[in-house]
């Protein structure tokens, strides 16, 4: 009798666990920005970017994605967030406020929704090595040509920023060179300036 009931306790708690959500090393938050609406006079840009959802198990960054953030779901001039909680996707977040971004752009929808999903995958699952320099990605859905963008906090770390943007082009396998532009950069010029490309 002990042992069936040992046996018993046992599998009760295999089917527990089983139960159990599988916890993410951090919490991480889904942000929404629509470009197309027409922006209030003097509104300051970032005005229309919306908290979505935070979230910290695998179990709720699948639920979210297959439901909502997936790209052939998403709104032309749309923007997609994920970024580490507590850190908003605007370069004056002191997070981001010394950093830059890598950055990919795809002209087939398919491309998007594969950089996305691994990109996302590659944050929550911390297969950077420079998982503390991270700060979020982001994805720019538009009719002509789509953009991710990798978001890191210290631009002038060129060795951790060449690491990064290495290891992202292999997790998203792309062949061709992508490029790194300093957020201070870019506030200054309308275009932007590359600094590091692997």
């Known amino acids: 009798m002990a042992e069936a009931t040992a046996e018993s306790v046992g599998a009760a708690a295999t089917v527990s666990e089983t139960k159990q959500n599988h916890r993410l090393e951090r919490k991480w938050t889904f942000w929404f920005d629509n470009q197309s609406k027409p922006k209030q006079q003097g509104a300051a840009w970032g005005s229309s970017l919306k908290k979505v959802y935070t979230f910290d198990t695998v179990e709720e960054f699948w639920c979210l994605y297959d439901q ?14 994920l970024f580490k909680t507590g850190v908003e996707p605007k370069w004056e977040d002191p997070e981001c406020a010394n950093g830059g971004k890598w950055t990919v752009t795809s002209s087939r929808k398919a491309n998007l929704e594969n950089m996305w999903l691994e990109t996302l995958m590659a944050l929550i699952g911390e297969q950077f090595d420079e998982g503390d320099e991270i700060c979020g990605v982001v994805a720019s859905v538009r009719q002509r040509q789509d953009k991710v963008s990798l978001w890191t906090k210290t631009a002038t770390n060129e060795a951790t920023q060449m690491s990064i943007g290495r290891k992202w082009k292999e997790i998203i396998d792309v062949t061709d060179k992508i490029s790194y532009s300093f957020h201070d950069d870019s506030k200054k010029e309308r275009s932007m300036k590359s600094r590091y490309s692997v």
Not at 68 to 81: E, L, M, Q
């Open 68 to 81: 909502v953030f997936k790209p052939s779901k998403f709104t032309a001039n749309a923007d997609f967030h």
